[in-house]
């Protein structure tokens, strides 16, 4: 949709253009634009959507090395989905609740008339079951015996077919119970769907803490980045916040809001061609992400810490974490991208994911 989008936007401006550039040069220029969005739609699965049609990739920001990067860990990635469970499990579950137009409803129930076929037992004298008394008829076969006097008698017989005629025979009064199907009209109660609010389960925001010290250069280098841009994808599909800290020596922490907007795509891809170097101090981006917990935005918040376990922990540190895991059940997920058994980052993370065989990425 968003190519075909492309394609029209450029017929349209093609007259517009006509006297400035020529036909190849403008379809060479657009083929390249479509070109690039088809690359990144390939990482973030609702591209066209999330950012928007204003968004001129004309400019040189997605030209750059930058967008070949994030294509390169995407294709990383879908060969280690183990990473990509672990940051779907990020953020603190929280039932929401939204207002649903499409398929979510709730049941009312309203009265309505209807015709209710029902099985009924009446009295009828046409169920011979019980002798309830003596009436007139002219129903021979219930017919008392004083009046086959007269139908045995020579002069009284005409008497006794007047009185059949007139229905005048003395005959045994019988009743019975008959069944059978009546209908009536009945309100009843009929439930009616309509559109309500959903409840459903969302998850939290995600804080990223990126080791950027010189011993992740290499392998851990890049699965540190690959995990970092899944975090951003997975938060930007879910709406979902992602904030990252990318920390390497003392007060050395680089902050980034991962947002899928032209200011911020441009400061991420910038940071996805940097090399990692330095030392590694972890306190200040812990600090840093401390602070941001106590705000209602990222109070459901888990942190990730991508690391390979190279770096000392100040007590000082491991006592703020464990008093924000006891005030607020923060969640602290560890990734050990090294092949370092770290007891580092045992006190500081769990669970503490561990993946070998980086070698052969």
Known sequence: ETLEQLQKEALRLAGENAADLTSEQFLQGWQERARIWHELAEVFDELGSLLGRGWDLSQGVLASQGWLEMVRLRKLLEQIPQLKELVRTLGKMQISTEEDAMPVTEQLFEPVKRLIEELKEIQSPLAPMETRGIIRSDDISRMLPSELVFLGHPQLKMLWHARRAEKALLTYRVEGVLSEHVLTEKEVLESKQQPGKKEHLERGPIIVCLDTSGSMQGTPEMVAKALTLEAMRVALTEKRACYLYAFSGPQQVIEHQLELTEQGLTKFMAFLIQSFHGGTDIQAPLEKAMAKLDTEEWKRADIMIVTDGEFPV????????????????????????????????????????????????
């Open 314 to 361: 100040p007590s000082n540190t491991v006592e703020l974490i464990n008093k924000a895991k006891e005030k607020n059940k923060l969640r602290i997920h560890g990734v050990l991208v090294g092949g370092w058994n770290s007891s580092a980052i045992e006190k500081l993370c769990n669970p503490v994911h561990r993946f070998s065989n980086w070698q052969k990425f």
